[in-house]
């Protein structure tokens, strides 16, 4: 089976830094997903890591460690706009994509 | 290309009607998913093909769900005897079915059951 777990809401200041962690146990792995949906609307991808380490892509970083079954998701300098759900995906062998609940982030000027 | 579309973005209907959605995926993308989600919670999967083959169906799903991809290109979902419970976005999503490669998501069906 998959388990996908991830805190429910957080909140941030705007300009800060915050750090969206996930944990996963699947049965099989190829890769972890990390993507953003605001309310009302599709999800949008925002990271993949199939290996072990950190992607960096502008204000965004996505950190994997296949051994402990953890990611995590560092956003930088904190906009009003990031307001939304951020959702952790897990892939496995079989190309199937499996969702955590989503962590809500609350920005606060 | 526009990205993958669902139809209808709305549907409300009676408790006890059929409906069916259907989700045109973006070219050549031989992965398609269906996932339900509810308000405040992830992206529920449901179940995923590769052309016309379908992998795997959700075991949380009931008999009432049924999901086609007859020519490996668009693919509809039709949940029968809808009840309140099933009220939720549908949402679709592709991608091309290499391993580094993402899921782009549709904007979703609204189902209001009544």
């Known amino acids: 089976g998959q388990n996908i777990d991830q805190p429910t809401e957080m909140t941030a200041t705007e300009g800060a830094i915050v750090q969206i962690n996930c944990t996963y146990q699947t049965s099989g792995f190829n890769g972890l997903f990390w993507y953003q949906q605001h309310a009302g609307e599709a999800p949008t ?12 892509k502008g204000r965004f970083s996505s950190f994997l460690s296949r051994s402990k079954g953890y990611s995590y998701l560092l956003l930088k300098e904190l906009q ?27 920005i606060l000027p | 290309d526009t990205g ?32 339900r989600q509810t308000l405040g919670q992830g992206p ?22 049924s999901a086609e991809r007859p020519k490996g290109s668009f693919s509809t979902l039709e949940i029968q005897r809808t009840e ?31």
């Open chain 1, 45 to 56: 991808f925002l990271s993949y890591n199939v290996l072990d380490g950190l992607e960096e």
């Open chain 1, 80 to 106: 009003m706009k990031d307001s939304a759900s951020y959702l952790c995906a897990v892939r496995d062998l079989d190309d199937k994509i499996i969702f955590g609940k989503g962590t809500r982030l609350h």
């Open chain 2, 4 to 35: 993958v579309s669902q139809d209808p973005r709305h549907k409300i209907t009676k408790r006890g009607q059929n409906v069916t959605f259907r989700c045109d995926p973006i070219s050549e993308h031989n992965r398609l998913y269906w996932y």
């Open chain 2, 44 to 65: 529920e999967f449901l179940t995923y093909f590769q052309n016309e083959a379908q992998l795997e169906k959700s075991r949380l799903l009931s008999d009432r769900f």
């Open chain 2, 84 to 114: 309140q419970g099933d009220s939720a976005m549908y949402l679709c999503a592709s991608s091309p079915g290499w391993t580094n490669t993402e899921a782009f998501f549709g904007q979703g069906t609204r189902l209001t059951v009544v």
